[in-house]
């Protein structure tokens, strides 16, 4: 777990939660999400504080608590309330200056701030898996685990409920249920780099032939 990535995601609204189970493992969280932190030192507010080399006159423009782990969510390393839902679409989006993964459940899609996954960065990423896990409330979390151990547990973004989100999405979507093809960008890329170009119409690359030349495909 890297703690300066956690650092660097609670620094943008200031919020430390530190969350102690009955057994005394400690989860740091913002609100937003919580990171295990198994098989660390006890820590307070000022120790983690420390850690996150916020220095000691900009402090108090933190918001911290200590509070024993949220009843609401199974936060046990196995969960009869939760679901593996495999890895993040291929499509992602950037909104507002943040990037976002979207899983799929069904007919349901979720989204993730992509910042969230950033201290898990250190895990091996063979054995992370992604499970939905529900609320006592008919909410829900993604689980995140490394093998059977849980490590984090991230809230999902509601984008959807931003206007001009849902309408430039709709406008996208309805933009290359139009344009099926690339058609127009071999054209261009033709005419501006030569006939050798040769455009994949499923990425938009340009490939080359079997003796590592570029070519066209007709």
Same mark, same amino acid.
């Given at each position: 777990? %890297?703690?300066?990535?956690?650092?660097?995601?609670?620094?943008?609204?200031?919020?430390? @939660?530190?969350?102690?189970?009955k057994?005394?493992?400690q989860?740091?969280?913002? =609100?937003?999400?919580?990171?295990?932190?198994?098989?660390?030192?006890?820590?307070?507010?000022?120790?983690?504080?420390?850690?996150?080399?916020?220095?000691? /006159?900009?402090?108090?423009?933190?918001h911290?608590?200590?509070?024993?782990?949220?009843?609401?969510?199974?936060?046990? /390393?196995?969960?009869?309330?939760e679901?593996?839902?495999?890895?993040?679409l291929?499509?992602?989006i950037?909104?507002?200056?943040?990037?976002?993964?979207?899983?799929?459940?069904g007919? &349901?899609?979720?989204?993730f701030?992509?910042?969230?996954?950033?201290?898990?960065?250190?895990?091996?990423?063979?054995?992370?898996?992604?499970? &939905?896990?529900?609320?006592?409330? =008919?909410?829900?979390?993604?689980?995140? &685990?490394?093998?059977?151990?849980? &490590?984090?547990? @991230?809230?999902?973004?509601?984008?959807?409920?931003?206007?001009?989100?849902?309408?430039?999405? %709709?406008?996208?979507?309805?933009?290359?249920? %139009?344009?099926?093809?690339? %058609?127009?960008?071999?054209?261009?890329?033709?005419?501006?780099?030569?006939?050798?170009?040769?455009?994949?119409?499923?990425?938009?690359?340009?490939?080359?032939?079997?003796?590592?030349?570029?070519?066209?495909?007709?």
């Amino acid at each position: 777990m %890297k703690l300066k990535a956690i650092a660097s995601l609670f620094n943008a609204n200031k919020i430390l @939660i530190i969350y102690t189970d009955k057994d005394g493992e400690q989860w740091l969280s913002n =609100g937003a999400a919580a990171y295990s932190m198994r098989g660390m030192p006890h820590m307070t507010p000022e120790i983690v504080l420390r850690i996150f080399d916020v220095p000691p /006159d900009k402090q108090s423009k933190w918001h911290t608590r200590e509070e024993a782990l949220p009843e609401a969510l199974d936060f046990s /390393d196995i969960s009869e309330a939760e679901q593996e839902i495999g890895e993040p679409l291929k499509v992602g989006i950037m909104w507002r200056g943040n990037s976002y993964h979207f899983y799929k459940d069904g007919s &349901k899609i979720y989204s993730f701030n992509v910042s969230y996954f950033k201290p898990l960065c250190d895990e091996d990423a063979e054995y992370l898996t992604f499970h &939905k896990r529900e609320t006592k409330n =008919g909410g829900f979390a993604l689980a995140v &685990k490394v093998a059977l151990e849980l &490590k984090a547990v @991230i809230m999902p973004s509601f984008m959807h409920s931003d206007d001009v989100f849902t309408d430039e999405i %709709k406008h996208i979507s309805q933009y290359f249920q %139009k344009m099926k093809t690339l %058609k127009n960008l071999a054209n261009a890329a033709e005419e501006v780099f030569g006939s050798d170009c040769n455009i994949n119409a499923d990425t938009g690359e340009v490939t080359e032939n079997e003796q590592g030349e570029l070519t066209h495909e007709e």
